[in-house]
């Protein structure tokens, strides 16, 4: 189904290995990219594995200019003899429904899939083994018609990257803290917030530049109607932790629906441990803090795995959470579920998916 293109200089395995020994996040790149181009008249087509390399792109081309761009993040991890992905088919589901949001055509489950096994069975040797650390897979698509009216284009790339990644956060365990933004929010109802656009990302930036002058490394947006509600960070979900065993999340509907979200809900029912999926307001996070009520918050996504909150900030306050330190459902919940990503507890529920090896 794929073409093969062979690399013309592919990085010898010396410098792969020393790449491989901590290479943090987003910075180290892989030989090769899988491509898959769509057009009104030939659909999807001219699938390829080929060397990484810059795309010609014209200047006029609507992604450029109207940010019609979707990706996704996911993560191969060595397991045993194998490689497996964490429930691809979800971020399958979640790129589809990005594209009907973003009005590009939707790529159906089996390339997706294929392209991502074809890449990861072309880099196997770059998937690190470190405890901690994975193959990070990036597929994304963008508009690439020369056009500058405001409508859908009629021309898309399909494009996946890979990127060996160990933690997210530089401090790596250490709780993080989050800046609460009082002036600017990530989504609106109606708006792109539940799709993975670019442009979500895009417009987190200054929020982000805020935090990280506060001393903070993430934020945490609140909802555009009221902002009272706790939304979600820039990239990563929130959960908290009460001293009755509750784990409360914010509902679905502006948010991104993370799988690391989806997954850890699923791991505390099976514990049976009350779930909400609730709305939390921010002046109760903060009393709750305090009061000692909420024992734990912790982040959670595909780049940042599981990150416990150790303090908010926001204009005028600071507050610990729950010490400032690690709570115990945080690192349990964290173990369960890098343990069933690497193969090393059952998988009770059929989310690791083989990638099937020459
Ligand atoms: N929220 C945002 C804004 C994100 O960018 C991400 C990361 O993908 C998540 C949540 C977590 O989603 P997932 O667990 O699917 O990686
Ligand atoms: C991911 O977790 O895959 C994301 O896309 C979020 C971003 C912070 C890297």
Redesign the pocket.
Known sequence: MFKFLTHPAPTAADERAKRLIDPGFGRVFTDHMATIRWTEADGWHDAQIGPRQPFQIDPAASVLHYAQEIF???KAYRSGNGVTLFRPL??AA?FARSAERLAMPVLPDDLFIGAIEALVRTEIDWIPEQEGSSLYLRPFMFANEAFLGVRAATEYMFCVIASPASAYFKGGAKPVKLWVSDDYT?AAPGGT?AA?CGG??AS?LVAQQQAVAKGCDQVVFLDAAEHRWVE??????MFFVFDDGTLRTPPLGT?????????ILTLARDRGMTVEEAPYDIDSWKADAASGRLTEAFA?????VVAAVGEIRWTGGEQAVGGGVEGPVTTSLRAELTGIQRGERPDPHGWNHTVTLG
């Open positions: 996704e993040g996911m979800e971020n979640r990530r917030g993975k979500n990302y987190s979600e960070l820039g990239g990563m979900n948010i991104l629906p993370g799988i690391t979200r989806a997954s959670c996504g595909t780049a940042a």
